[in-house]
């Protein structure tokens, strides 16, 4: 899930503050601090923790586990303070910013992580995480795509075979048999279906696909990226490090236009109902009968397991994979999470044995058979199929079928983050709430543009 990133004059503050601060704090001698924020994942990462210390006596692992919104304020405090950890877990939609402010250490001179190698992890995701200089900045933790979570009961209610759910195709003119299912799923408080005569598209009980707010603060990544993507577009002329913004193609805008029309219809939830900005996810939308299927990242697999419905009742659920698209390929965008260094740690090298055992086999092991996440390694994703397999009677290979089919494309990795987050957001919000046209996307596309024309 992502969020609000900083705002450009927090990120020049950091820079400033960081350029003249002093030798930093990291862990005490001995004692590496290491940040995640995953609850989920935090079982794990202490099993590997464990190990860790077996094999290294002399060192101990401070696991520190901070939500979303907390995480990122008090690393950026810790930035600014000197009271970074050693060790955190990075995001691609932060490290671009974070290495241009110098506070990543390249793992490349320090001795543990210099023979980090790419093939050693799923094809593309080692090289996300090398900055413009070459040097590596996070040695790669795990990867996510998205694939459709959709309650079972509901399909049934319906007179919906889940396998109808393996070809379904859209498109930007009619929504194609996606749309078709959509409105089929899709019920008003009078028990209308969204595609019967009477339907009311203004009191609808059941939506027959979640969403997850208007998608400017992550590239649309569980919201239209599936759709932009399998329609032929990309956000940058290059990736990563692009610098030319292509919001303004007819590609991208008729498929916004399309996607926000489900809520105008009343086929998906609406702006208000998700809570606005605060939205909240498919998940929850799904408990509670809101909306019958979702959209959503293969990191949330534990979180859908684990629903209820108001009884207490444990929740059926399926996955399906993302539609086909105009190009006649589905798509997701393949994102990954990385565990980097900072500037500040005083013991960087007792720090990078830690993040090499991390993205070794051994640690990927233990996280695969956790089955949270797909882990980085191959066949440690493989334990991680096989335990949601065995475990919770979950199918997870709408998932990981995108990257053997190689239907994926890369988040967008640029320079000002901040910025562009900054301006994406109410930019997204409007045109979901209605008060804006897609059109009005390419005025922020210029506005994209021009950063760098000023960086230059």
Same mark, same amino acid.
């Given at each position: 899930m992502f969020t609000r990133l900083k705002t450009g004059a927090a990120a020049l503050t950091l820079g400033l503050l960081t350029a003249c601060?002093?030798?930093?704090? $990291?862990g005490t001698a001995g004692v590496i601090e290491y940040w995640l924020w995953d609850s989920g994942q935090q079982p794990g990462y202490q099993k590997c923790a464990d190990a860790f210390q077996r094999q290294n006596p002399g060192l101990r692992i401070n696991i520190s586990q901070y939500g979303w919104d907390t995480y990122w304020s008090k690393l950026t405090a810790g930035f600014i303070a000197d009271a970074a950890p050693d060790v955190f877990t990075d995001h691609l939609a932060r490290f671009a910013q974070y290495v241009d402010l110098k506070v %990543?250490?390249?793992?490349?001179?320090?001795?543990?992580?210099?023979?980090?190698?790419?093939?050693?992890?799923?094809?593309? %995701? &080692?090289e996300l995480w090398k900055g413009q200089d070459g040097k590596r900045y996070g040695a790669p933790k795990d990867w996510d795509t998205i694939a459709i979570f959709y309650d079972k009961a509901a399909l049934k209610a319906a007179g919906v075979d889940p396998a109808q759910l393996q070809n379904l195709a859209w498109?930007?003119?009619? $929504?194609? =048999?996606?749309?078709?299912?959509?409105?089929?799923?899709?019920?008003?408080?009078?028990?209308?279906?969204?595609?019967e005569p009477g339907f009311d598209k203004t009191r609808v009980k059941t939506h027959g696909l979640a969403a997850e707010g208007s998608g400017g603060a992550g590239w649309g990544q569980t919201q239209w990226s599936a759709f932009t993507?399998?329609? $032929?577009?990309q956000a940058t002329d290059r990736n990563p490090w692009g610098t030319r913004f292509n919001l303004d193609q007819p590609a991208f805008q008729d498929t916004l236009k399309w996607y926000f029309g489900l809520a105008e219809k009343g086929y998906m939830s609406t702006y208000a109902e998700i809570g606005g900005s605060n939205a909240i996810g498919s998940d929850k939308q799904i408990q509670s009968g809101m909306a019958a299927m979702g959209l959503s990242g293969s990191w949330m697999i534990s979180t859908f397991s684990k629903l209820t419905d108001a009884a207490g009742k444990k929740l059926d659920i399926g996955i399906a994979p993302t539609p086909i698209g105009p190009t006649g390929k589905r798509a997701s965008m393949f994102n990954g999470l990385a565990d980097s260094i900072t500037t500040m740690s005083k013991q960087p090298e007792d720090a990078a044995k830690w993040v090499k055992f991390m993205s070794g086999a051994e640690c990927q092991d233990i996280i695969g058979e956790s089955g949270v996440v797909f882990p980085a390694r191959p066949e440690a994703t493989e334990k991680a199929i096989a335990y949601n397999k065995a475990e919770r009677d979950l199918d997870v290979t709408?998932? =990981?079928?995108?990257?053997?089919?190689?239907?994926?494309? %890369?988040?967008?990795? =640029? =320079?000002?983050? &901040?910025?562009?987050?900054?301006l994406l957001i109410p930019r997204f919000d409007a045109v979901y709430i209605g008060s804006e046209p897609v059109s009005? %996307?390419?005025?922020?596309?210029?506005?994209?543009?021009?950063?760098?024309?000023v960086a230059q």
């Amino acid at each position: 899930m992502f969020t609000r990133l900083k705002t450009g004059a927090a990120a020049l503050t950091l820079g400033l503050l960081t350029a003249c601060g002093s030798a930093g704090v $990291g862990g005490t001698a001995g004692v590496i601090e290491y940040w995640l924020w995953d609850s989920g994942q935090q079982p794990g990462y202490q099993k590997c923790a464990d190990a860790f210390q077996r094999q290294n006596p002399g060192l101990r692992i401070n696991i520190s586990q901070y939500g979303w919104d907390t995480y990122w304020s008090k690393l950026t405090a810790g930035f600014i303070a000197d009271a970074a950890p050693d060790v955190f877990t990075d995001h691609l939609a932060r490290f671009a910013q974070y290495v241009d402010l110098k506070v %990543l250490r390249p793992l490349d001179d320090l001795a543990p992580t210099s023979d980090i190698r790419d093939g050693d992890y799923q094809e593309g %995701l &080692a090289e996300l995480w090398k900055g413009q200089d070459g040097k590596r900045y996070g040695a790669p933790k795990d990867w996510d795509t998205i694939a459709i979570f959709y309650d079972k009961a509901a399909l049934k209610a319906a007179g919906v075979d889940p396998a109808q759910l393996q070809n379904l195709a859209w498109n930007p003119q009619d $929504g194609g =048999t996606f749309e078709d299912l959509v409105a089929h799923l899709t019920i008003d408080v009078n028990g209308v279906r969204g595609d019967e005569p009477g339907f009311d598209k203004t009191r609808v009980k059941t939506h027959g696909l979640a969403a997850e707010g208007s998608g400017g603060a992550g590239w649309g990544q569980t919201q239209w990226s599936a759709f932009t993507g399998s329609a $032929g577009w990309q956000a940058t002329d290059r990736n990563p490090w692009g610098t030319r913004f292509n919001l303004d193609q007819p590609a991208f805008q008729d498929t916004l236009k399309w996607y926000f029309g489900l809520a105008e219809k009343g086929y998906m939830s609406t702006y208000a109902e998700i809570g606005g900005s605060n939205a909240i996810g498919s998940d929850k939308q799904i408990q509670s009968g809101m909306a019958a299927m979702g959209l959503s990242g293969s990191w949330m697999i534990s979180t859908f397991s684990k629903l209820t419905d108001a009884a207490g009742k444990k929740l059926d659920i399926g996955i399906a994979p993302t539609p086909i698209g105009p190009t006649g390929k589905r798509a997701s965008m393949f994102n990954g999470l990385a565990d980097s260094i900072t500037t500040m740690s005083k013991q960087p090298e007792d720090a990078a044995k830690w993040v090499k055992f991390m993205s070794g086999a051994e640690c990927q092991d233990i996280i695969g058979e956790s089955g949270v996440v797909f882990p980085a390694r191959p066949e440690a994703t493989e334990k991680a199929i096989a335990y949601n397999k065995a475990e919770r009677d979950l199918d997870v290979t709408p998932f =990981t079928d995108q990257v053997t089919d190689k239907t994926t494309f %890369l988040f967008p990795v =640029t =320079t000002n983050a &901040a910025d562009i987050t900054a301006l994406l957001i109410p930019r997204f919000d409007a045109v979901y709430i209605g008060s804006e046209p897609v059109s009005s %996307l390419t005025e922020v596309n210029n506005q994209l543009n021009n950063l760098f024309k000023v960086a230059q």
